[in-house]
């Protein structure tokens, strides 16, 4: 366990640690290691001719129509065949959570919901069913550490 010796022997991290533990606690260890975590997972978007590696940090929101799956990021957008259902299994681990029937949107990009409007750090405006309302309320309180 070579960060444990790391950690003894810098001074400076072992503050650093300290410092931020003293502030945010545990439960924001926890959350900023989960973040870290999730700014390095890729999200495969694979088409019949085309394969994309996209940062599961970078995505807003994914929505469908019949099978076609729009995959939102803050630069561009993406397509690819399949289900709502199988990407929502895939990236709920991630902190995204169905908002309505074709839509699943990522916990870390609302910046506000009011009353049945998702609105996203981007300022987009996604609408939230009453039938998801109360999940993705729990969920984004939760989500956010005071």
Not at 55 to 74: A, G, P, R, S, V
Request: positive net charge.
């Amino acid at each position: 366990m070579n960060w444990l010796k790391e950690l003894s022997s810098n001074k400076n991290l072992h503050t650093n640690l300290s410092d931020f533990l003293d502030q945010y606690g545990i439960s924001g260890l926890e959350y900023a290691l989960q973040l870290y975590q999730n700014t390095h997972q890729k999200y495969i978007c694979k088409t019949k001719k085309n394969i994309s590696q996209i940062n599961i940090y970078d995505i807003f929101y994914l929505e469908i129509q019949k099978h076609n799956i729009t995959i939102h990021t803050q630069l561009e957008t993406f397509q690819k065949y399949g289900t709502l259902a199988n990407e929502l299994k895939n990236l709920s681990p991630f902190g995204f959570i169905r908002c309505t029937q074709s839509c699943i949107v990522s916990l870390s990009k609302i910046k506000h919901i009011r009353r049945d409007d998702i609105i996203l750090i981007n300022d987009v405006r996604l609408h939230m069913s009453r039938g998801y309302a109360s999940q993705v309320i729990i969920a984004f309180s939760q989500h956010n550490p005071k």
